[in-house]
């Protein structure tokens, strides 16, 4: 009974903790002029998600990634879902292939997270604004995307270790019940 006991609450506090990081990411991501460098500014979120991902299995990393991408959606103001989609799909990629394929260090885990930045913030580009037609595109994308996956990548670091800190902290071995 007290092994039952003693792994629920650790579960409730290392998720509560995560729930704490989703809000101050959220925060941090949607303050007006934070880090603001030119028109680009860092992505929080997602390598929140994807540290996550790395820390828990993949059922926990998609579905924390499937959050994080609604919260993303809804703060940004776009239609609910197609960034949840793209962010649980990667979250799910990720902590497969670092389960797998990957041996993530903190440095390994911030070039992950910059290609993924990348990809979600090209792709953002290309249906906001090449598909559009509107002028100066590359222009825009080149003031905007490197410098906006640069700052990402190096802020990814300290959420990494922040997140595998609450995981290593509160992780209860799965033996017999």
């Not at 409730?12 to 500014?41: D, E, S």
């Not at 997270?113 to 913030?121: Q, R």
Request: overall charge positive; some cysteine; proline content about 4%.
């Amino acid at each position: 009974m007290e092994s039952r006991r003693k792994r629920r609450r650790s579960q409730l506090y290392k998720w509560g903790l995560y729930a704490l990081l989703l809000l101050g990411c959220t925060v941090l991501q949607t303050v007006p002029g934070f880090l603001l460098i030119g028109q680009a500014r860092p992505v929080f979120l997602l390598p929140l998600a994807l540290a996550v991902a790395v820390c828990e299995d993949e059922f926990s990393g998609a579905l924390f990634g499937a959050v994080c991408g609604l919260m993303w959606d809804y703060t940004a103001g776009r239609t609910a879902g197609l960034l949840a989609l793209t962010v649980m799909g990667l979250s799910f990629a990720v902590s497969v292939a670092s389960q797998l394929y990957l041996k993530l260090t903190t440095p390994n885990f911030g070039l992950v997270a910059a290609g993924a930045v990348w990809l979600v913030v090209s792709g953002d580009f290309l249906f906001y604004y090449a598909m559009p037609g509107y002028s100066g595109m590359a222009g825009r994308y080149l003031a905007y995307v490197p410098l906006t996956v640069l700052m990402s990548g190096v802020l990814a670091l300290p959420l990494y270790r922040a997140v595998r800190w609450v995981s290593d902290t509160f992780h209860i071995d799965s033996g017999v019940i």
